[in-house]
């Protein structure tokens, strides 16, 4: 592993000997992260196995299916969920740098980019809740669509449904984060974790996206 | 936290995060040219999912910063949920028998 910055005086990956036994016997800090760190990371494992089981279902599906439907045309479909991408990855920078402000201890830095972060996943939302409308105004139902296969709506709002739910969720968390640490309550370690689990939401739309869209535009 | 190491550490990263974010806007455009040309589906899948791997890594190594956490940390994490993951391909040959079955 490269050069750590470790926060805490922990022995190094690098060590031999009983430095080395000794963390990887556990001591206080044996990842030399905090617990809440520790915590957040494996939820993200944890949460990532879900998404996997659903983009593995979704493809399951489609791969068993003669007439599986291709219905998204690249204005407004593809070009709309390219923007979200977008949105979504450019709010993974700003949260970064709202994490990088809490490492220097600049309290204001925080919150202005941790509101800079929720309003890209607002927007996000609003972006993809159109599309969803635009969707049902055009007969797509859970188990019913004018194309083919009636699993596609099931798969589809199932799959970006709780995409959609992890992002909102993300914004009241970052909320949360913002509105306390700009009383001086929580600490850049509490700042980090939210970032975890942001950068987590954005790396699951990196599947979703090519997944769900593109391997299904008009053309393909 | 705040001497002098930490900042010039801090500015160093903020030009890694922006050189971050450009490629994977950029990876992101080359996926959405690239789902418009003409080509056999497991190529494409292969091709999107290669990218996405690569757009997934960059995320978890330098926004997630796990490349520069201690290794025991990348081990515990890692090979446990990609193997997971890997267990759940087992239903694809079902699916292909599936689809046989459609076809007839």
């Excluded at chain 2, 993951?85 to 079955?101: A, G």
Aim: contains cysteine; charged residues 15%; positive net charge.
């Amino acid at each position: 592993m490269a050069t750590g910055h470790e926060a805490m005086s922990v022995p190094d990956a690098g060590l031999h000997g009983a430095a080395a036994r000794d963390a990887w016997a556990g001591g206080a800090s044996p990842f030399a992260i905090g617990s809440k760190k520790l915590g957040m990371w494996l939820f993200v494992v944890s949460d990532a196995i879900t998404f996997s089981a659903m983009l593995i279902a979704y493809s399951y599906v489609r791969m068993a299916s003669a007439n599986w439907p291709m219905p998204f045309e690249f204005m407004p479909s593809i070009a709309n969920a390219t923007v979200m991408t977008f949105i979504l990855l450019s709010s993974s920078l700003t949260m970064v740098m709202g994490v990088r402000a809490s490492k220097l201890g600049n309290r204001s830095g925080v919150v202005k980019w941790l509101l800079a972060t929720m309003l890209g996943g607002i927007l996000f939302d609003v972006l993809h809740l159109r599309e969803w409308l635009g969707l049902i105004d055009e007969g797509v139902r859970l188990f019913k669509n004018p194309w083919g296969n009636p699993l596609f709506g099931a798969s589809f709002f199932g799959l970006t449904g709780l995409h959609m739910t992890h992002v909102t969720i993300g914004v009241v968390y970052l909320g949360v984060i913002a509105w306390g640490t700009s009383r001086g309550k929580y600490s850049d370690e509490d700042v980090e974790v939210s970032g975890l689990y942001w950068h987590f939401v954005d790396l699951v739309w990196m599947f979703i996206f090519p997944l769900v869209y593109l391997m299904s535009n008009k053309m393909a | 936290m705040h001497d002098s190491a930490e900042r010039a550490h801090a500015e160093a990263s903020k030009r890694t995060f922006q050189f971050v974010w450009g490629w994977l806007l950029a990876l992101t455009a080359v996926e959405v040219v690239l789902a418009y040309q003409r080509l056999e589906i497991k190529l494409m899948l292969t091709l999107l999912m290669t990218l996405s791997v690569v757009k997934a890594s960059l995320i978890i190594s330098y926004f997630m910063h796990l490349k520069y956490e201690k290794r025991s940390l990348v081990l515990l994490l890692m090979p446990a949920m990609v193997f997971v993951i890997c267990m759940m391909f087992v239903v694809f040959p079902d699916s292909v028998r599936l689809y046989r079955q459609a076809l007839r």
